[in-house]
Structures are given as structure tokens and as C-alpha cells.
């Protein structure tokens, strides 16, 4: 038997769920980057009206860097998913899976230069590549090495960062850039083609330089080792024999994550807890937000509910494109060039308005065929025999 598609395999409805619900929380987050230079301004002061401000207090807390860890951990799940079925069958796991992430890799470069700079798959593709050779460690193993790879160094790295920003409070003030506004305004705004082609390569190089880049790869990458985790212990398939214990962990992750999310307004507001907010903070809410929907989805009237939601996470690829495509034509010039004419909080509804159609959308596509196009198209260019996908 050849190498077969996961949606052929039986699925774990429950990693679709939380693939689409990281879905909404991510374009809420990229949808400031779409309209507005985030790269180049403190948050803090640039959305300094009360409506604005409120708004970016919620998304602050309860959405930056809390669902892109979710959308890490359900690649690492994919992958361990896929590794356990392959190896039951006897079939090689690390060829297909090089290629597999390569392609990604290659979708993940055309997205970034040619649509949005703050492309997160080639991140991904790359962290992949140094997952692949970890999936033989057992679910447990995972688990223990992500959870101590990830917040050790990272709760290490902010309590020095706060420290040194007790002693000199210069080094970690949030500081804007007049320059780099202005250079993005006008290019996004109002600029050519090629103006904006090469405002999205500056920008790209401004979050991914190569100190950057690596730091980002490392912090992925146990995210990654605990998705597999979860997967390969079945976690999720037994949820329901788990009730208590998830109950219990989605109650001490979320009253963590809030306690440290919060952080630069009950503390102070700078670099140093603005790191502790989004490092440690961000992923316990993620794993409550995790937990919560685990035990969720125990209720078959909830599973049922939740099922839209799970169809869009079906599609996560085909989606996530889908809003950068969105995104830019709503704001660059090439579009309806409405970049930095937007309030926080109008952007944000859009982006609600945008995935409940995305929620729609997935629902009747996939009522018509088993995955969504980009899916297609990354299964085609990987797997060795091609099938039809429509129903």
C-alpha cells in the first residue's frame, strides 16, 4: 500500500478544532500588521486612545502570542500523527517528510516576498526538518524535554532581561521608529509595486535577521516536541478517561497565563516584561486554551457545535494563506490602499467578519471535497500517487 493522506487515515477531531480556533486568534494578531506599521511603533503609545487602547489591552492578553503556539503544537502533532501510522504500516517516515516540509518550505517562501512578510511556515518548515529526527523519543520523553527546552531558558532569559532592566531602565525602554513608519506608510499606502515589494523584503528582514531567526526556531521548536507529545501519549483520543486531570491543568495554565500576560500593566511596560508576557505567558494560555477545548470536545453537543470550527482547521493552510491574501488587498495600494487608516478596533472586527466567512466557506468546500486547495496542492507535490479529492 503507498503512502496515504491523513484525511484518508481517520482524524482526531479535536486537533482540527484547536487548529481553526489558533486560526481566528492569529489573524486578529496579523490583521495590526496588515493595516499598520508594527514593526516600527510602541503599542503602548501608538494605540494610546481609550477605545484603541482597551481593545489592545484584550489582544494583548488574551490573544498575542497565545494561539501561534497552538498552531505549532498541532504541526508537531501532525507530524507524529503521521510518523506512528507510517511506521505501523512499514513504511520510511523521513524521506516523505523532508519532502513534505520542503514544499512547505517552498510555499512558505513565495508567501513571505510576494504576499506578507510575516510569514510563519517557513519557521515551521524549518523547525520540522530538526523535529523529524526527535519523533522517535516516546510520547513522555517529548513532553518532559519540550516543557523544560521551552520555559527554562525562557523564564531564565526574562528574569535576567527584568533585572537588568532594575538597573538600567534604557536598555529594554519600547522605542519607536519615525523612519520605518513613515517608510511603511508610504510604500503600503500609496507606494508601486515594486515600492511595496521591497517594503515587505526590509520588513522580513527586520523580524528574521539571523540572530532573530534562530531564536525563533529554537522557541518553536519545543512547542513543536510538546504537540508530538501530546499526540504520541493520546491525550486527546482519551480526554474523556482524563477529565479530571485536564480540568485541573487547564485551571493552573490559565491562572498563570493570566497572571504573567498581565504583567506589563500591574508591573511595568517595557522590553523586559513584555518578553516574560509573550514567552511564558503566552503558551500557558495557549495550553489552557488547549485543555479547556479538550474537555470541551468530551461533550458530544460541544463536538457537534465545534464542528465548523474543526473544518476550518481542516483547511489551516488553504485558510491562513487565505487571510494574508485578504489582508493586503484590503490595505497595500495595490488593493483598496486603506494601510494605516484603520482604528485597532475596526481592524480587528474585519478580521472576525473575515473568519466567520472563512468558518462558511470551509464548511461548503469541504461538504464538496475532502480537503481545501492549498491542501491539495501540498499533498500532490508530495505524496507519490495522485487522487482525486472531490467527493
Known amino acids: 500500500m503507498g503512502i496515504q493522506p491523513l484525511e484518508q487515515q481517520g482524524r482526531i477531531q479535536a486537533l482540527d478544532v484547536m487548529r481553526g480556533f489558533s486560526l481566528l486568534g492569529i489573524f486578529i494578531v496579523n490583521m495590526i500588521s496588515f493595516h499598520s506599521p508594527i514593526y516600527y511603533y510602541d503599542p503602548y503609545s501608538w494605540w494610546g486612545d481609550s477605545v484603541n487602547a482597551q481593545t489592545y489591552w484584550f489582544i494583548n492578553v488574551f490573544v498575542q502570542a497565545s494561539f501561534y503556539p497552538i498552531f505549532a503544537m498541532m504541526f508537531g502533532a501532525g507530524l507524529a500523527i503521521q510518523h506512528y ?70 523564564t531564565l532569559l526574562a528574569v535576567i532581561l527584568i533585572f537588568a532592566s532594575a538597573v538600567d531602565p534604557t536598555t529594554v ?22 515600492e ?9 528582514l527586520v523580524a528574521n535577521n539571523t540572530a532573530g531567526f534562530v531564536s525563533i526556531v529554537i522557541a518553536i521548536l519545543p512547542l513543536m516536541m510538546i504537540g508530538a507529545g501530546i499526540a504520541k501519549t493520546g491525550l486527546l483520543r482519551r480526554a474523556s478517561e482524563k477529565k479530571k486531570m485536564i480540568g485541573v491543568l487547564a485551571a ?12 506589563p500593566y500591574w508591573a511595568e511596560t517595557n522590553l523586559a516584561y513584555d518578553f516574560m508576557q509573550d514567552f511564558v505567558g503566552g503558551p500557558l494560555l495557549s495550553l489552557a486554551y488547549m485543555a479547556i477545548i479538550a474537555l470541551a ?19 489551516s493552510l488553504t485558510n491562513y494563506l487565505l487571510q494574508s491574501v485578504i489582508g493586503t488587498l484590503i490595505f497595500y495600494n495595490y488593493g483598496l490602499g486603506l494601510y494605516g487608516e484603520v482604528t485597532l478596533l475596526t481592524g480587528t472586527l474585519m478580521a472576525l467578519g473575515i473568519f466567520i466567512m472563512q468558518v462558511i466557506l470551509s464548511e461548503i468546500w469541504l461538504s464538496k471535497f475532502k480537503q481545501g486547495p492549498m491542501e491539495s496542492i501540498w499533498r500532490k507535490l508530495t505524496y507519490p500517487k495522485t487522487q482525486k479529492i472531490s467527493k
Open 196 to 204: 511595496i515589494l521591497n517594503q515587505r523584503m526590509d520588513d522580513w
Open 297 to 315: 470536545m468530551t461533550s458530544s453537543l460541544m463536538a457537534k457545535l465545534l464542528s465548523p470550527l474543526a473544518k476550518t482547521g481542516r483547511m
Open 173 to 194: 525602554t519600547n522605542f519607536s521608529s519615525v523612519q520605518g513608519i513613515e517608510s511603511s506608510i508610504n510604500n503600503y499606502g500609496a507606494g508601486t509595486i515594486g
Open 252 to 263: 493552573v495554565f490559565l491562572a498563570a497565563g493570566l497572571v504573567v500576560k498581565t504583567i
Open 85 to 154: 501510522r507510517m511506521k505501523e504500516k512499514g513504511q520510511s517516515f523521513t524521506g516523505f517528510a523532508i519532502k513534505r516540509l520542503a514544499v512547505l518550505l517552498v510555499i512558505g517562501i513565495i508567501h513571505a516576498f510576494l504576499v506578507w512578510s510575516g510569514d510563519i511556515l517557513i519557521t515551521y518548515a524549518v523547525t520540522g526538518f530538526f523535529l523529524i529526527w526527535m519523533l522517535t523519543l516516546s510520547g513522555k520523553m517529548l513532553l518532559i524535554l519540550g516543557f523544560i527546552i521551552y520555559f527554562l531558558p525562557q
